[in-house]
């Protein structure tokens, strides 16, 4: 490895950190916490929307600061041999660590885009009813991709050793 091979991984893991700590902080800190604030639902969505989307700012920019040093970490790991993905442990370890990558960004866009526009939407016209059973979905896809997250992060350790 180069001195920026190792800049550019370091800067990839520090991206992550942002990513995966910052996920985890809003699910197990801020979520939970805003329920202790207020009871009037339409107050906290209005709280947990505006902490979502100061933190938006810094998740779109560490995942594409993930996405392209990931590219980079790929390219140097492969040495030009895309066969390694299939052919060798380390390939394997990372070729499902980027289709988990996938999935994990999928999950989490579709569902803060669609669900958090339509949260916010029922609670100011009242539907609280409806809000319950969307945030049970959207509690089930959070805890999916967050459990992404996690085997992600296991994977990368993993691929450490390959």
């Known amino acids: 490895m180069t001195v920026i091979d190792i800049l550019i991984l370091w800067i990839h893991i520090f991206a992550a950190i ?30 947990v929307g505006k902490i979502a989307k100061r933190f938006a700012y810094f998740t779109h920019s560490s995942l594409l600061i993930l996405i392209i040093t990931g590219i ?16 060798t442990t380390g390939g394997r370890i990372l070729l499902v660590k980027s289709i988990l990558v996938i999935v994990v960004i999928a999950i989490i866009y579709s569902n803060n885009l669609y669900h958090g ?27 999916i991709s967050l459990s992404l997250l996690l085997a992600i992060t296991g994977l990368a350790t993993a691929l450490q050793f390959y």
Request: glycine fraction near 6%.
């Open 18 to 47: 942002i990513f995966v700590g910052g996920s985890f902080f809003i699910w197990l800190v801020v979520w939970p916490v805003s329920y202790t604030l207020t009871d009037d639902e339409k107050e906290r969505t209005r709280i």
């Open 72 to 87: 980079y970490n790929t390219t140097w790991y492969l040495r030009g041999d895309i066969s390694t993905l299939t052919l």
């Open 117 to 143: 526009k339509l949260i916010t939407r029922l609670v100011s016209e009242g539907r609280l009813e409806e809000v319950a059973k969307i945030r049970k979905r959207t509690h089930m896809l959070s805890f």
